[in-house]
């Protein structure tokens, strides 16, 4: 792993931005590296189809920390359509690691995408700030 990218691990690993939870999300939706222990939930506000706001918690290695860290920089003003078709080929090359190596800790750098898709597709709790209850 380039030095460059290890620094960016590190500091958004011991940093991480948008760390905490929303009051009440229209998304929410954990998931669990059994490999490793790793947990992360992602917390998303939507409001007209947009992600208006996000939030991480959890706990887990640096690359999984730094994973969501970086994911959720991204997803604030994207589109939920953006957002469900976002590859976990963009979410590796912002945080450095090729496809190819080491695959536990493929699945620890994918963690936070997997509970993204998964609370966007429905298995999580969805709510639309613009639905009617």
Same mark, same amino acid.
């Given at each position: ?72 920089? +991204? $997803?604030? *003003? ?6 469900? @078709?976002?590859? %976990?080929?963009? &979410? !590796? +090359? $912002?945080? *450095? ?6 695959? @536990?800790?493929? %699945?620890?750098? &994918? !963690?936070? $995408? ?8 429905? @298995? ?10």
């Amino acid at each position: 792993m380039d030095d460059m990218y290890r620094e960016q691990i590190l500091e958004h690993s011991k940093h991480p931005h948008n760390f905490g939870t929303l009051e009440a999300p229209s998304v929410s939706r954990e998931e669990f590296n059994p490999l490793c222990g790793d947990r992360v939930r992602l917390d998303l506000q939507i409001a007209d189809g947009v992600i208006t706001d996000v939030r991480f918690s959890g706990r887990g290695c640096a690359i999984s920390q730094a994973s969501a860290s970086l994911l959720t920089d +991204e $997803l604030r *003003g994207m589109t939920v359509e953006a957002a469900k @078709v976002y590859r %976990k080929e963009d &979410l !590796l +090359e $912002l945080i *450095g690691i090729p496809l190819a190596k080491n695959p @536990v800790r493929l %699945k620890c750098a &994918l !963690l936070s $995408l997997k509970a993204l898709k998964a609370g966007l597709y429905g @298995v999580g709790h969805i709510h639309d700030d613009d639905e009617e209850e």
